[in-house]
């Protein structure tokens, strides 16, 4: 059976193109919220199949998309190298931050790993053998910039200037703190795929703070070694990267890690990415998830002029962002309706 | 006696680029915050001509930039509809949101704009008597989306999820409130340069989060209206705009508002702003502010390269953001004698 999520990502175009939606299994749906409520806190209700399993299934049992992914957080990453991670209610995640390398060699370690993850593995496994044989199974994980930010500054941040700046004046410790989430996330990744992910998407979603020198750095130059690591193993997985807010060096990262699709968010220009960036991959996005709390007309002649403007290539609708909380779910439904040409 | 930083707005291009720095008047130097010390808050500082003179000439004895900036805040324009602003230490500035378009009509006028602003255009006019006569004053606002993020979200946002939906939910209200502030910043800026003003920009600094058609539609289109409002006044005055974060719409803006110059963030790529950007306008920029918090090499290195970039059209040095507290004032003047060529 062939699955259209995967022929875009080979770079075919596909009419209508496949499509699934950035946290599609989440708050917004009643019954995941009922589910949600059984888990004591948010990173046990990541490490626990049964839960994982049954909400990554909800949004494809209402809405047929053509992918399904994990339901995990990029945030197991610092919490399987040995740095505490809470998720506080109405606040967000809270780390005990790292800020030399002093403490990075105290706290953090690459042995127990697999061991720590294994939770999601299973779930990633138990998800290969459940989902639909016509959907994709994404696996995922946070890109090192994205995640070092929160093992930095201890938590969400409007400006980053705290690890922005860390990254100027200590660049040795920076270094190392990014070398080693390479490494972690592409061994974590290669299990994914070892479990039967058949996709990979790596989320780099504060990529869009970085200076341009930053940006090639710590985005472009870590993004680009994972891409190598996990085609050493599994040469054939399509591997989507996502640096949202990379604005115009969406075009340098793209060409220098050779991704084989790439997460637009909703401030790119549609006819600058159909023109620059999908000759060069298969692109993904782009709806404003706040459009999509609104609905109404606007909402429809902007999911029409980005089915117009990228459909004619390789394309894979999406958001621009994560789906939030209160979006009605019927919006989605009239979404779908449209993207497949049945409204 | 021509002023450099003016010829290079008219698209010379000039070898040393001209110099300025956003906030370049701030708490970074010590003679600032003793004066600062003596008002009693904020917005009463900017409203007192005596230390807004003083403070807006500090940073010209210290480093002979090429333009000196009115000290001023771009929230004086809601605090002058009617709309309470308060400067809360060390949590920014907090307004009583308005959501709707009652509020708008109970709360905001423009009947008393001017007279709530004298003491603004007395600083204005004292400074065009009072700065160095190769130094040229630059005048400015916020921009209308900038400004409307306060007021609608009451203080500062990490995501402007709340503004930006209500731009969808409640369009005639938005575009009503965008309206009277395209009005009222029209006015006064075209005031200011009545007083002295030689050039304006205009700060968009949370461009950067709309979608490309909000961005269209509530950035573009309201400093189109503002450009050409206060040409009709004032032909000659050159007008800067600065969008920050707007990626590759920074493409459309320069077309469609016909600025004289703009201003560029730390993330735009300078071969891509050298290339699309510089044909069509003056840009000012690039310099990330918190390397010049970090200086060394680095510093240095990255200030080569803009210049080497971006010097071989008409080009006005600055950073990427404004100043901030933590920057070492030496720091500042390595930075001038660099782009003077006398490091």
Redesign the interface.
């Known amino acids: 059976m062939t699955k259209r999520f995967l022929q875009a990502l080979k770079g075919e175009t596909l009419n209508p193109p496949p499509l699934w939606l950035m946290r599609q299994a989440g708050r917004y749906l009643p019954e995941y919220r009922e589910i949600r409520a059984s888990a004591k806190n948010f990173l046990d209700f990541c490490y626990t199949p049964d839960l994982a399993v049954e909400v990554t299934l909800q949004p494809l049992r209402r809405y047929g998309f053509d992918a399904a992914i994990l339901f995990s957080d990029i945030l197991v990453i610092p919490d399987a190298l040995g740095q505490k991670v809470e998720f506080v209610s109405g606040q967000g995640p809270q780390l005990a931050p790292i800020k030399s390398e002093a403490e990075l060699e105290a706290i953090l370690n690459l042995d127990g790993l697999h061991e720590h993850l294994k939770p999601v593995y299973t779930t990633v496994h138990r998800l290969s053998k459940e989902i639909p044989e016509t959907t994709a199974l994404i696996g995922f994980a946070g890109a090192p910039w994205t995640v070092a930010t929160y093992m930095v500054e201890g938590k969400?941040s409007?400006t980053y200037?705290e690890i922005?700046?860390i990254a100027?004046?200590d660049p040795v410790f920076f270094q190392r703190l990014i070398d080693m989430l390479v490494e972690a996330t592409s061994l974590y990744l290669i299990e994914q795929v070892h479990q039967g992910a058949e996709c990979l998407q790596v989320f780099d979603s504060w990529a869009?703070?970085?200076?341009?020198?930053?940006?090639h750095t710590w985005s472009i130059e870590p993004m680009t070694r994972i891409v190598e690591k996990v085609r050493a193993v599994h040469a054939e997985v399509p591997i989507i990267g996502f640096p949202r807010?990379?604005?115009?060096?969406y075009e340098?990262y793209v060409r220098e890690t050779k991704v084989d699709g790439v997460g637009l968010d909703?401030?790119?220009?549609?006819t600058?990415a159909r023109d620059v960036l999908q000759p060069l991959t298969t692109v993904q996005g782009?709806l404003?998830n706040?459009?999509l709390?609104?609905g109404g007309e606007?909402m429809d002649a902007?999911i029409k002029r980005i089915l117009e403007t990228l459909g004619s290539g390789p394309f894979i609708f999406n958001l621009?962002h994560g789906i939030?909380p209160q979006t009605p779910p019927e919006h989605v439904e009239r979404l779908c309706a449209l993207v497949r040409g049945e409204a």
Chains 1, 2 share one sequence.
């Open positions: 969400g409007k200037e922005r700046s100027y004046s869009g703070v970085l200076s341009e020198r930053q940006f807010g990379a604005g115009p060096l340098a909703h401030t790119v220009p549609l600058w782009t404003d706040l459009l709390v609104a606007a902007e621009g939030v």
